[in-house]
């Protein structure tokens, strides 16, 4: 039964177009300082070099979305993101790439009148990409800001445009994640030995669904652990069981993935969402001041926080090989420059 779920799941990805965006494997990289420090074996998957304008994790995911476009002939791609959204800005600059129109719905997510948040970092990169910028209320409607997209395509059609919407909510197919069971199939490939345990960002989902399936299937004896960087680990489960769900009927492996594969670590989301509370500012110092790579607050401090808050829960051992998957957004820095600042004052 494994053998033919693998052999299946992988046809099934070979099935989907795809446009190649990310030209190279993405660097597997020790980091030396940190496993001395926190006295386990630990590496890093550098996929904030993925992709162009400053890079990041969604650029896997957009491979599959944009072939899909492609595939149909579309036009204008139209997707929707908090403000500093990192998928927003690399979907502009992807489209830019295959000669197509981008609109970028930001969605208000927190509560900031802060002028740096609001049009340096990410905004200020959607605007020299090109995009047109256009704005949804709400934060926390998913439904409600994909539907609003969908609007706006059959407004498009009418104008006689091709558009083609990349959706958001938990309810669609998660093509995305197609690109991070690729992911895996790269990391396996690269490793000289078995990883214990994966650290990854939980937001959507996306990302984190794809490594499942991928190292379920590849390596099944890592344990892939995803941070909670949006929601927390209730609510994360609940999303997450559904996402697993759909990507066992999207693939025709009705038996792949069960609850049995969600494994979620929240311990840093606090405040919130695009907040940074104590663990993250302190995940932020300990990269930056020990290895010298930068973290985002959103979601890379929050995601390497579990990577010290698992060993002090006592769920990763003294000797442990660790993978932590950096997934970039490193121009959100920029938009959280007072932040930033108060935090190195402590």
Same mark, same amino acid.
């Given at each position: 039964?494994?053998?033919?779920?693998?052999?299946?799941?992988?046809?099934?990805?070979?099935? !989907?177009?795809? !446009?190649?965006?990310?030209?190279?494997?993405?660097?597997?990289?020790?980091?030396?300082?940190?496993?001395?420090?926190?006295?386990?074996?630990?590496?890093?998957?550098? &996929?904030?070099?993925?992709?162009?304008?400053?890079?990041?994790?969604?650029?896997?995911?957009?491979?599959?979305?944009?072939? %899909?476009?492609?595939?149909?002939?579309?036009?204008?791609?139209? +997707?929707?993101?908090?403000?500093?959204?990192?998928?927003?800005?690399?979907?502009?600059?992807?489209? =830019?790439?295959?000669?197509?129109? /981008? #609109?970028?719905?930001? *969605?208000?997510? =927190?509560? !900031?009148? &802060?002028?740096?948040?609001?049009?340096?970092?990410? =905004?200020?990169?959607?605007?020299?990409?090109?995009?047109?910028?256009?704005?949804?209320?709400?934060?926390?409607?998913?439904?409600?800001?994909?539907?609003?997209?969908?609007?706006?395509? %059959?407004?498009?059609? !009418?104008?006689?445009?091709?558009?083609?919407?990349?959706?958001?909510?938990?309810?669609?197919?998660?093509?995305?994640?197609?690109?991070?069971?690729?992911?895996?199939?790269?990391?396996?490939?690269?490793? &000289?030995?078995?990883? @214990?345990?994966?650290? =990854? $960002? /939980?937001?959507?989902?996306?990302?984190?669904?794809?490594?499942?399936?991928?190292?379920?299937?590849?390596?099944?004896?890592?344990?892939?652990?995803?941070?909670?960087?949006?929601?927390?680990?209730?609510?994360?489960?609940?999303?997450?069981?559904?996402?697993?769900?759909? +990507?066992?009927?999207?693939?025709?492996?009705?038996?792949?993935?069960? *609850?049995?594969?969600?494994?979620?670590? @929240?311990?840093?989301?606090?405040?919130?969402?695009?907040?940074?509370?104590?663990? $993250?500012?302190?995940?932020?110092?300990?990269?930056?001041?020990?290895?010298?790579?930068?973290?985002?607050?959103?979601?890379?401090?929050?995601?390497?926080?579990?990577?010290?808050?698992?060993?002090? &829960?006592? #769920? #990763?051992? $003294?000797?442990?090989?660790?993978?932590?998957?950096?997934?970039?957004?490193?121009?959100?820095?920029?938009?959280?420059?007072?932040? +930033?600042?108060?935090?190195?004052?402590?």
């Amino acid at each position: 039964m494994f053998n033919q779920i693998k052999n299946q799941f992988a046809e099934f990805v070979l099935s !989907k177009p795809r !446009k190649t965006i990310l030209d190279f494997e993405t660097p597997l990289v020790r980091l030396e300082t940190l496993s001395k420090k926190l006295n386990i074996d630990l590496w890093m998957k550098r &996929d904030d070099l993925a992709g162009p304008s400053f890079g990041g994790n969604k650029v896997r995911q957009l491979e599959y979305y944009l072939g %899909e476009a492609c595939s149909q002939n579309a036009d204008t791609i139209l +997707i929707t993101g908090a403000v500093q959204s990192n998928f927003v800005r690399l979907a502009a600059a992807s489209a =830019v790439r295959f000669g197509m129109k /981008s #609109i970028v719905q930001l *969605e208000q997510r =927190v509560s !900031k009148q &802060d002028n740096n948040y609001n049009h340096s970092g990410n =905004v200020l990169l959607n605007n020299l990409l090109g995009a047109e910028i256009i704005h949804y209320p709400e934060g926390e409607d998913e439904e409600g800001a994909d539907r609003a997209l969908y609007v706006l395509a %059959e407004k498009l059609k !009418k104008e006689g445009k091709n558009p083609y919407v990349i959706p958001l909510s938990r309810n669609k197919p998660p093509l995305g994640a197609l690109g991070y069971y690729r992911c895996a199939e790269e990391i396996v490939g690269q490793q &000289d030995s078995t990883f @214990d345990y994966l650290i =990854v $960002a /939980s937001g959507s989902g996306a990302t984190h669904l794809g490594l499942v399936a991928g190292m379920s299937l590849l390596s099944p004896s890592t344990k892939v652990i995803g941070s909670c960087v949006r929601r927390d680990e209730e609510m994360q489960t609940e999303r997450f069981r559904l996402l697993c769900e759909l +990507i066992n009927s999207f693939s025709g492996c009705p038996n792949f993935l069960t *609850e049995q594969d969600i494994f979620l670590w @929240d311990k840093a989301l606090e405040p919130g969402y695009g907040q940074i509370g104590p663990l $993250a500012q302190n995940a932020m110092k300990l990269m930056a001041q020990n290895e010298g790579h930068l973290l985002d607050p959103v979601y890379t401090a929050k995601s390497f926080a579990a990577v010290p808050g698992l060993i002090s &829960d006592g #769920i #990763i051992g $003294a000797g442990s090989r660790v993978l932590y998957v950096h997934t970039g957004g490193n121009a959100a820095i920029f938009a959280y420059q007072n932040e +930033i600042q108060k935090i190195m004052k402590k």
